[in-house]
Nanobody, 118 residues
Framework: QMQLVESGGGLVQAGGSLRLSCAARRSILSTFSSSDMAWYRQAPGKERELVASSTRDGSTNYADFVKGRFTISRDNNKKTTYLQMNSLEPEDTAVYYC?????????WGQGTQVTVSS
């Protein structure tokens, strides 16, 4: 089992920054480092969408709507994944979820709310 706990959400003005963290608990180091990690978001009335991903081999991928503004990173020793969000826009308002894929099995965090005011 892998428990994912997000933190770092909050209220920020447009143009501001936030850094989200996702800590993997009840997970040994090898499990986390062997997992593909990702951040998703879901705005009210919309489907959950992929924001950014970080594979176990170190490659990253971003949705077009965050390219150049968001950066995903991971610290395998700390079993933590980060999402640095800069130049935030009101359209980025959503609940952000951490996701892990390990041996084909998905794990989700409980989500953290990000609200960007105009």
């Amino acid at each position: 089992q892998m428990q994912l706990v997000e933190s770092g959400g909050g209220l920020v003005q447009a143009g501001g920054s936030l850094r989200l963290s996702c800590a993997a608990r009840r997970s040994i180091l090898s499990t986390f480092s062997s997992s593909d990690m990702a951040w998703y978001r879901q705005a009210p009335g919309k489907e959950r969408e992929l924001v950014a991903s970080s594979t176990r081999d170190g490659s990253t991928n971003y949705a077009d709507f965050v390219k150049g503004r968001f950066t995903i990173s991971r610290d395998n020793n700390k079993k933590t994944t980060y999402l640095q969000m800069n130049s935030l826009e009101p359209e980025d308002t959503a609940v952000y979820y951490c996701n892990a894929q390990y041996l084909g099995r998905p794990f989700w965090g409980q989500g953290t709310q990000v609200t960007v005011s105009s």
